[in-house]
């Protein structure tokens, strides 16, 4: 018996130490997932806080990049405005203008502001460079409209007090004295319309986009930098998570059997199209790829068939419809506008004589004139045959002179041609509106249209009461 106990004992110890290896052995494993998942926390807490400093520096670099951008798009916002003003001096000979112009070099200052706060960005001195012959063509260009300034002046014989101190300055050359009142405003109005202007103001602009290309390139890459990383964070974070996402395996599966398995039911009613209620997680992907691509494409073709119903297939311009639609917009509007009324000089003679194709291209080309002559927040349309229209916003009669400018410059083009077509005219009603689309503006602008054909086509009239 105590041979048979001393046998017997030994093989219920070799049992026991079997249950404890398999529960030691979860234990163990449970130990070990809680050092695992408190090194990953550990380690994700690490990341996020990384994150979170790329993250900074990426608003940073990105608020940097915009703030280039917003001084760049300053810079050019002030040039424009010192050249219209100097340029509707010339124009109107009103020295509010004037006034305007020198307000913005020595009060406002948008443009040194803008150029300050350029040069607090980093660039290397070649960069530097380009913005210091920005700096000094400028100042040549200034003098230079200054000039015209002061031309203008001596035209029109104002008194000292209403000329600026710094056009006072200017003396002109015995040349320009001895010149006559509308020979010297003829010289102004050339120093700032000429091809010399321009091409001034092109060198400006080239300097000044070497400049601001270069800072925007720097903030950008920066930008990049920094978008990188954090990307790169990203990714160490999702590996640190899926590892998480391992360790919680099984309540996963659990979650697979309520939660996946049914979204792939609804995506098989998707396929079926059948109705139902979406709920999930990488399945609203799919359903959300799904419903963009048909909203994507039902959009698409309403734009397109908006544009087709808005604008002449001919022209590509605003089309009749359109012109009603704008009226009845307009005619509440406080803006004061101007409307012209554009008609192609014996049309149909172009196309008895030289064929409708022809004719078609003259249209094409009188609606790309109407098109390019006039501001980008202007409306031409096609009436309808060869009727034309093009309404002008924030015009008002003080801008005559520009609006007759443009209009000659159209009838000299289609007097002009260079591209094959024959010779053609177009005979040009105007009106202006203080507010809106009067009732009335359409008829006064067609009575003015009336008086051109009548003597003689080939011009153009503003309507007088």
Not at 341 to 361: A, M, P, S, W
Request: glycine share 4%.
């Amino acid at each position: 018996m105590e041979e048979q106990a001393s046998h017997s004992a030994p093989k219920k110890r070799t049992k026991k130490p079997k249950k404890n290896v398999r529960g030691l052995g979860i234990r163990t494993f449970n130990g070990w997932m809680i050092v695992i998942a408190s090194v990953l926390f550990a380690l994700l807490i690490a990341v996020t806080i990384y994150m979170t400093f790329r993250y900074n520096a990426l608003i940073k670099a990105s608020n940097d990049y915009i703030a280039a951008q917003a001084d760049a798009a300053q810079l050019q916002k002030a040039s424009d405005y010192l050249t219209e003003e100097v340029r509707l001096f010339t124009v109107n000979k009103d020295p509010q203008h004037a006034n305007n112009y020198f307000q913005e070099v020595n009060e406002t200052k948008r443009r040194e502001n803008a150029l300050e706060e350029l040069k607090n960005h980093e660039v290397d001195d070649a960069t530097r460079n380009e913005l210091e012959l920005a700096l000094k063509s400028s100042n040549d260009l200034m003098n230079r409209e200054i000039y015209a300034m002061k031309l203008v002046f001596t035209a029109c014989g104002y008194s000292d007090r209403q000329i600026p101190e710094e056009v006072q300055q200017v003396t002109l050359t015995q040349q320009d004295r001895e010149k006559s009142s509308e020979e010297q405003l003829a010289r102004a109005q050339d120093l700032v319309f000429n091809q010399g202007y321009q091409d001034a103001k092109a060198l400006i602009v080239s300097h000044l986009s070497h400049f601001t290309n270069s800072i925007l390139e720097s903030t950008h890459d920066k930008q990049t930098e920094s978008y990188d990383k954090l990307t790169a964070a990203i990714a160490e974070q999702s590996v640190f998570i899926c590892l998480l996402f391992i360790m919680n395996v099984v309540t996963f599966v659990v979650i697979t059997m309520l939660i996946v398995r049914p979204l792939k039911i609804y995506i098989r009613c998707i396929q079926d199209k059948k109705l139902f209620q979406v709920i999930g997680s990488s399945e609203f992907k799919y359903m959300a790829l799904t419903y963009n691509n048909i909203y994507e494409l039902n959009a698409a073709n309403e734009a397109m068939l908006r544009y087709k119903a808005e604008h002449d297939p001919l022209t590509d311009i605003l089309n009749r419809s359109s012109f009603m639609q704008l009226q009845t917009v307009l005619k509440n509007s406080n803006t004061p506008l101007a409307l012209m009324l554009v008609d192609v000089d014996e049309f149909k003679q172009i196309n008895d004589t030289y064929g409708h194709d022809v004719g078609d291209r003259i249209l094409q080309k009188v609606a790309n004139l109407l098109q390019h002559t006039f501001h980008s927040s202007d409306y031409p349309i096609r009436i309808g045959g060869d009727e034309f229209a093009v309404i002008l916003m924030n015009t008002t009669e003080e801008e005559r002179e520009i609006i007759a400018h443009k209009v000659q410059r159209i009838n000299n083009t289609l007097q002009n041609p260079t591209d094959g077509l024959p010779k053609a005219s177009v005979s040009i009603g105007i009106a202006f509106s203080p507010e809106g689309f009067t009732d009335t503006l359409y008829q006064n602008a067609d009575s003015a249209l009336y008086l051109v054909k009548e003597n003689g086509r080939k011009g153009f009239r503003f309507y007088e009461p």
